[in-house]
C-alpha cells in the first residue's frame, strides 16, 4: 500500500503547518512522525491531538506502564502497524513482559497479569469489542485508580483510536522497530471485510 498523505517538504507546508510542525519537535517527541505526519493537512487539528497525545502519552493518571499497555490493546484491536511498532517497545521498556505483549498481537487473552494490568486489559478490550465497559470492570478500575484514572484511561482509548483511524486511512508507512509486525493485519481485514461486505477493499 502506498502512503496517502505522506511526509510534506518544509518548503511546501503554510505557515500555520511549519508552526504546527514545529511544536511537535519542540515536545517530547522530537520529531514528526507517524499520525502527525498526514494531520499536519489539518494543523489546527494536529496542534488539538498533540497536546491530549502529549498529556495521556506522558503525563496520564494511569502511568507510563498501563498507557502503553492501554495504547497495545488499541493498536491491536485495529491492526494499526505503526502504533504497534512504535509502542510495543516502549511498553516492553516499562515492565509489560514481553509474553503479555505476545498474546495481544495474537489476540490472546494474556496470562499472569498484574492486578492494575488485568484491570486495564479488561477495561480496554471490553469498550472495543462491547462499545461498553460491564459494571464489574469498570467497579475495579474506579477502585485502583479513582475517577481521574478511568477518564484518562476512556481518553487513551478513544484517542489512540483516532490516530489509527487518521493512519489505517492515509495508509502511514511502518517505520523500522525491534517489534515483529502484528499478524494477520492489514492484508486479513481487507480479505475479511471484502467477503462479508461484498465491496472490493480495493
Known sequence: ????????????????QRAA?????????????????????????MECAQRMGEYLRYRSAIG??????????????????VEW????????QAGIAPAVIDAIAQR???????????????FCIELHQLKRVTDDSYARALALFGEHGVVDL???????TFLAMVMNTAQTGTPPSSAAPLPGGDAQASASFAASSGVSPS
Open 21 to 45: 510542525a514545529q511544536a511537535v519537535i519542540d515536545g517530547p517527541r522530537g520529531a514528526l512522525y507517524g499520525p502527525f505526519v498526514p494531520l499536519l493537512r489539518s494543523p489546527e487539528l
Open 64 to 81: 507510563t506502564r498501563l498507557s502503553e499497555l492501554a495504547i497495545l490493546v488499541t493498536a491491536r484491536q485495529w491492526n494499526q502497524q
Open 85 to 92: 511498532a512504535i509502542h510495543a517497545p516502549i511498553a516492553a
Open 108 to 122: 490472546r487473552k494474556p496470562h499472569g497479569l498484574q492486578d492494575d494490568e488485568a484491570a486495564v486489559y479488561a
Open 1 to 16: 500500500m502506498s502512503d496517502r498523505l505522506g511526509p510534506l517538504p518544509t518548503d511546501q507546508m503554510n505557515a500555520a
Open 154 to 160: 476512556m481518553g487513551i482509548n478513544g484517542y489512540y
